[in-house]
């Protein structure tokens, strides 16, 4: 199985409005602390898990491309002394638009990024102001060329479902992003998340024109159909590559696999001593870094997973991807399969399939996928209680 490395950058230039990842906006960042906390966290981290072989790194956000290189140098170098790495290391690193230029993107892959996520959302102007995003249509479509021109795996990232989005509107936007010619795409169903400032505005009846739940359907209907025609799968419910352009990095996490998780909020998880580990990191950004800088360590206490811990885990992950989840992983947690009646339940109703080694959604429990985890996790209470 994989390890991986996930890096928080937690730093925007502003806030989106439908946005809860752990992000902030700061007027001043001190380069040199940073480098050298995240170096720091980097070599107590593989101290824990010195045997694991990096097979991929991920420098998520907040707007990681606001990074200056010689961070981004730092922490990539801090990483592959730490660990032994694999001949084909994954090192993938979000960026924003508004903070692409050639020169800081050739500057990142001569530091080793191999492989870049663009925060497009979407390429109607209209559209891209009610979410919130600091760029428009033409610095998308620039970025994009850019990222093309530099790194041989691309990401972008779109979100439909948006307020006063018609399903003609989405066919016609999705078939120009295909037509750019990515080797991978995420393509997410706008959510109103606790917290966020569209949550706020729905609650008080001002976010108007979202679609119905039929209607947000049918866009992801025709986000699979239309993808897969295009030699663009949908090998998990929101991500659609072309074969072997998958995200290696996301699939640990998706296999329940074994990752390290440095920053502000960074989560892992890790194997010591036959036990998996959670980790989670100090959220906010300046105590995260006093914590490092004083203590020497930015995490909260670890904890030890139960048994329902993984298997609650491993079915949350495992059945976002086609592929699905093996038994044995689930029996190995500790389920027994003969006991869980919701599994047969679904396969009867379509929404589940199951042959000798795996366990899998069809495409009618990835349209109600959240219902589908539910009903098998309440089952699971009863079973384990």
Not at 3 to 10: I, K, N, R, S
Not at 113 to 137: A, F, M
Not at 161 to 178: G, H, K, V
Request: hydrophobic letters at 40%; a negative charge.
């Amino acid at each position: 199985m994989a390890f991986g490395l996930y890096v928080h950058w937690p730093y925007c230039e502003s806030k989106c409005p439908y946005c809860d990842f752990n992000s902030h906006v700061a007027n001043a960042i001190d380069s040199e602390r940073w480098v050298k906390a995240y170096q720091n966290e980097i070599e107590r981290v593989a101290r824990s898990c010195p045997d694991e072989i990096l097979s991929t790194i991920f420098i998520g956000g907040g707007t990681p491309s606001l990074m200056k290189p010689e961070i981004v140098e730092a922490v990539l170098g801090a990483a592959t002394s730490a660990w032994r790495t694999t001949n084909d290391l994954e090192i993938t690193m979000e960026a924003n638009p508004g903070s692409v230029d050639a020169a800081r993107f050739r500057s990142y892959a001569s530091a080793g990024v191999n492989r870049v996520s663009l925060g497009i959302q979407s390429l109607d102007d209209t559209h891209l102001r009610l979410l919130g995003r600091k760029h428009g249509r033409d610095e998308a479509l620039a970025a994009i060329e850019i990222a093309q021109n530099t790194f041989s795996r691309v990401n972008i990232d779109l979100i439909y479902a948006r307020q006063n989005q018609t399903i003609d509107a989405w066919y016609a936007e999705l078939s120009e992003a295909i037509s750019l010619g990515t080797g991978h795409m995420s393509l997410y169903q706008l959510t109103i998340e606790d917290g966020t400032v569209f949550a706020q505005r729905h609650k008080a009846g001002h976010l108007r024109g979202l679609p119905g739940d039929d209607s947000a359907a049918d866009m992801f209907e025709l986000t699979q159909s239309l993808c897969a025609a295009a030699g663009l799968p949908a090998y998990e419910v929101s991500n659609h590559a072309r074969p072997g352009e998958e995200c290696r990095h996301n699939m640990i996490y998706w296999q329940a696999g074994r990752y390290a998780g440095v920053g502000p909020g960074a989560h892992g998880r890790i194997q010591l001593d036959k036990r998996r580990i959670a980790t989670e990191a100090i959220r906010d950004p300046g105590q995260w870094l006093r914590a490092v800088e004083e203590v020497g360590n930015g995490e909260h206490p670890e904890t030890s997973l139960t048994s329902e811990d993984q298997i609650t885990e491993t079915l949350l992950m495992g059945l976002r991807i086609n592929e699905g989840l093996p038994l044995a992983q689930l029996e190995k947690a500790g389920l027994a399969l003969n006991d869980w009646q919701s599994r047969l339940d679904l396969i009867a109703e379509g929404y589940l399939e199951a042959d000798d080694d795996r366990l899998k959604t069809t495409a009618s429990g990835r349209l109600l996928l959240n219902s589908v985890i539910g009903c098998l996790l309440q089952d699971l209470k009863t079973t384990q209680s």
